[in-house]
């Protein structure tokens, strides 16, 4: 089944007359592993943050499931249970100087571990712990503060997040950049495995050889 459906998607920078992105359609299916490659500027970043809201489209339709649907802003891709991990997960993806668990379930705070303005700190500890034994994040516990974790564990609690909201679709730029290439195997490896749960994954890379590994179109 189709998930994303984009039909002829034109955007401008914010503040800016100049157009970044120009006609781009695509769909995206059920369990597939989609991959974008391109040199900086190419245009890849700037079709995720069209996708999320990032960027005001000038032209173009998103559908989700076959229905379309109006994103225009960050807040309602998440809404529409679309996660983006951003290239830069250090000040797009994390809370550096808070604790793992306050940002693994950071992204369902809301809706699945607060109520009347509390947060439920035994339910996320244990939604925490749960993500950090699946995704093999490698910490003392989930108590310690993200940016003392390697940048591969950093980029696993990033995808927790995620995951966390239980999405659709899962948009990652850059997914195995600054980290060492036994963690690259392991972020490979689980994105494999969300794709053949049936996660919806578009995978924008500028490591050719990462793309063609991965991707399945």
């Not at 379309?68 to 250090?90: F, Q, W």
């Not at 809706?111 to 994040?137: H, M, P, Q």
């Amino acid at each position: 089944e189709v998930v994303l459906d984009v039909v002829g998607l034109s955007t401008k920078a914010v503040g800016s007359t100049t157009t970044q992105l120009k006609d781009v359609s695509f769909d995206l299916r059920e369990g597939e592993i989609l991959g974008i490659a391109g040199l900086m500027g190419a245009g890849r970043t700037e079709t995720a943050r069209a996708i999320v809201g990032a960027d005001p489209l000038v032209a173009g339709t998103v559908l989700l499931r076959g229905r379309r649907v109006r994103i225009a802003h960050p807040a309602d891709a998440v809404r529409h249970g679309i996660g983006y991990l951003s290239e830069d997960r250090k000040r797009y993806g994390l809370l550096l100087d808070s604790d793992v668990k306050a940002n693994v379930t950071l992204g369902a705070l809301r809706d699945k571990f607060s109520a009347l303005g509390f947060v439920n700190d035994r339910a996320a500890r244990t939604k925490a712990r749960e993500y950090v034994g699946a995704l093999r994040i490698k910490t003392p516990s989930v108590d310690q503060t993200t940016k003392f974790l390697s940048g591969g564990n950093q980029q696993k609690v990033v995808i927790a997040k995620w995951l966390s909201t239980h999405p659709k679709l899962l948009i990652i730029d850059e997914p195995t950049r600054g980290i060492d290439v036994g963690t690259k195997a392991e972020v490979h490896r689980l994105l494999s495995e969300l794709a053949g749960q049936g996660l919806a994954i578009l995978m924008i890379s500028s490591e050719l050889p990462e793309v063609l590994g991965m991707a399945d179109r």
